[in-house]
Structure formats: C-alpha cells, structure tokens
C-alpha cells in the first residue's frame, strides 16, 4: 500500500511504486480533472502541483509521490486559484478544455513565483503546456488579467 | 760529428714519439672519462628530465584529448549549452517546452527540470532521463562546453571562477568521479548513442590528465 495526501486527503492506494502518479488519482481516487495526453512529460495535460511544484504526473512515479502534498485541479482553492477561474471565465479561455486543468495548474505556480508576469516570464512558464486548440493568446491575456486583479 | 747530428734528432723523434704516444692514450681515455666526469652525469640527467617532462606533457594533453570526446558527447554537453535553453538528443536540439536554466540551474516556474526528470532514468525511447539532482549548472558557473576546443574547454576547467571549484584538482577528480549526474551520462538509454569510452576509463583518462600537469592541449 502506498500513502497519497491528495487535495488534503490521506489515502491508501494498493498500487505498483513505480506506476505513475496520474494512474492512481484517475483510476484509483477517480480524480478525473487532471488529464492524460501523452504519457511521457510532453503536453503537460497532466499538470498537478507536489510540494508545490508543477510536476508531470503522468512520469511521477507512486514511489516518488508518497508522502507528499499533491493538489489537483480539483483543490487548487486558494487566492491565486480564484483570479484565475475568473480570469478563465472573463476571457473565454477554453475551447475544447482538454489542456485545461493543466493550463491552469502551471499558471498557478507560474503568479505564485512571479506575481506579475511578462509576457516572457509567461513564455518561461507556460510554453510546456500545449494547447491543440490554440488558445495560448487568450491563455496569455487571462494570465495578465488574473495578475491585475490582485490586491496590490 | 755523426754521432753529434744524429743524437739530437733522436732526440726530437723520443719526444715525438713521447708526444704521439700521449695525444693517443689521452684519446683513448677520453670516452672512459665522460662516463667518469661528475659534471658530465649532471648533464645527461638534465637532459633525461627534459624529455621526461615533453613526455608527460604529451601525455597530459593526449589524456584530456580523450576525455573531451566525453565532455562534449550529447550526453554530457547537452546540459552545458553555449546559451540558457538545455539541448535533448544525439542531435543536441534545443530542448522542447521553452525550458530555460533560471539563476539556480533548475528552471524557472511550471518549467523546473523535476517537474519531468524523476530520480532515475524512465524506460522507454525518448522518455525523461532522471537524477536526483538533475539540473544545469546555475547562472554564476555556467560551465560551457558547447562550441569549446580542448584548449579553450582546458582553459576554461582550470579558471575556478568558471567552474566554481575552490580546489581545481582535487574538486574536478571528485566531481567526475562522484556526481550522479555524470554518473547517469554513462547508464545507455533507449535510442541513444553510448559514450565513448565507460565511466572508470574516462575517470582515469581526467587523472591522468591532471596528475600530470593539467597540460592545455595545443588547439
């Protein structure tokens, strides 16, 4: 058995060490928010935050996640989660949705670390997280809007 | 008065010969006395040492010229780039998703190495290696090797302030011999070219290389 602390949960996962986190918050927790895209790091659709990191997880093993704070998009509920819902909706961000959630996931570490963003510090956060719909100029200007909406 | 002439030419011929035999025996002597004369052995040894130091000069240089088909081999160089984006592949193409290197070598945001990179190499073509450290050197000791000859990249290894060692010899040895991440550059991944040469050949080849002088090759 395996210990997870997801979305300030405690769970016990009966699971292999070395399979991926993603597999277990899908199958197992049926935390179906955090997507599955490529299975190997590429797309970031599977973004979730683990001590405060944007990792990957779909390449995070069980093994390597133990232990440690997940959230996913499902529990990202703070401040800066807020702006950015607002922000979303305001902009009309999503088109299909699929990247979503891991849009989202990476622009929160991104206002975390860097409050207000340039359009550069953007391109260094988010450029990892693909979007098959295009939608990076509305990812870019709900960001900025997100960033403008807190209090100084 | 015969006898009167002939007496002092047998003379002259006595001294002659005297002279003769003399110049001979010193010339014989002579090879027997260089191998004798102090000063002589001096000198040849001097000599010895010159050759002796060209020798392990040479050796220095041919040893750090080995090592650097490691340091500049896609495994090892593609986290030292001429810029601040890492490098992925045999190709050494610039690394996907815009990753760049952040002041602490370990990128910046969403986009920090271990958000992908676990603690070991992933199975699987093209999929993530992984260290528990895996980062680029950070912004102050970038630690180029991309576009470095042997002389400058020698040069360079030498200079602490670009490498960030305090001790050159003992912390270039030590890193080589010890860092994980080095370490990993020698572990094969699926459909990627090998290093050259394995870990210990190539530990021994940087040794050797400062242990006899940390000569700087000649280009």
């Known amino acids: 058995m395996i210990s997870l602390k997801v979305n300030g949960k405690n769970y ?100 975390r670390e860097k409050p207000h963003p340039t359009d550069e510090d953007i391109d260094y956060g988010m450029a990892g997280n693909i979007c098959r719909c295009g939608t990076y100029q509305r990812i870019r200007k709900a960001i900025h809007r997100a960033a403008k909406a807190s209090t100084p | 008065m015969e006898k009167n002439t002939n007496q002092p030419g047998k003379l002259v011929r006595r001294i002659v010969y005297v002279a003769l035999a003399t110049g001979f025996l010193t010339a014989v002597a002579q090879p027997l006395r260089i191998k004798e004369e102090p000063e002589k052995e001096t000198y040849e040894k001097v000599a010895d040492g010159k050759d002796d130091a060209a020798r392990r000069e040479q050796e220095s240089k041919d040893a750090f010229l080995a090592a650097y088909t490691v340091f500049m081999h896609p495994r090892c160089m593609n986290c030292h780039p001429s810029g601040d984006a890492p490098l992925q592949g045999d190709d050494s193409h610039i690394h996907a998703q815009n990753v760049t290197r952040g002041t602490d070598g370990k990128g910046l945001y969403a986009l920090k190495c271990k958000n992908c990179h676990q603690d070991a190499n992933l199975p699987g073509a093209d999929m993530p290696p992984g260290s528990p450290g895996w980062a680029m050197p950070p912004a102050k000791h ?78």
């Open chain 1, 12 to 111: 016990e996962v009966d699971a292999s060490p070395d399979m991926p986190l993603l597999w277990a918050l899908r199958e197992n927790l049926e935390l179906t928010g955090t997507k599955f895209g490529c299975g190997m790091a590429q797309c970031g659709a599977c973004t979730v935050h683990m001590d405060g990191n944007a990792v990957r997880s779909c390449v995070t093993p069980l093994s390597r996640a133990a232990g440690k704070n997940i959230i996913t998009i499902e529990g990202l509920n703070d401040d800066i989660a807020q702006r950015l819902r607002d922000a979303w909706t305001a902009e009309e961000v999503p088109q299909c949705g699929y990247c979503q959630s891991g849009q989202i996931m990476a622009a929160a570490v991104l206002l």
């Open chain 2, 142 to 219: 970038k630690m180029i090797f991309q576009g470095m000859s042997p002389k400058e990249l020698a040069t360079h290894f030498k200079d602490n302030h670009y490498t960030g060692f305090k001790d050159f010899e003992k912390d270039m040895i030590h890193h080589v011999e010890v860092e994980p991440l080095v370490l990993n550059s020698f572990i094969p991944l699926e459909g990627r070219s090998r290093l050259p040469m394995t870990h210990e050949e190539f530990v021994a080849k940087v040794k050797e290389w400062i242990e006899k002088g940390a000569a700087i090759p000649d280009k």
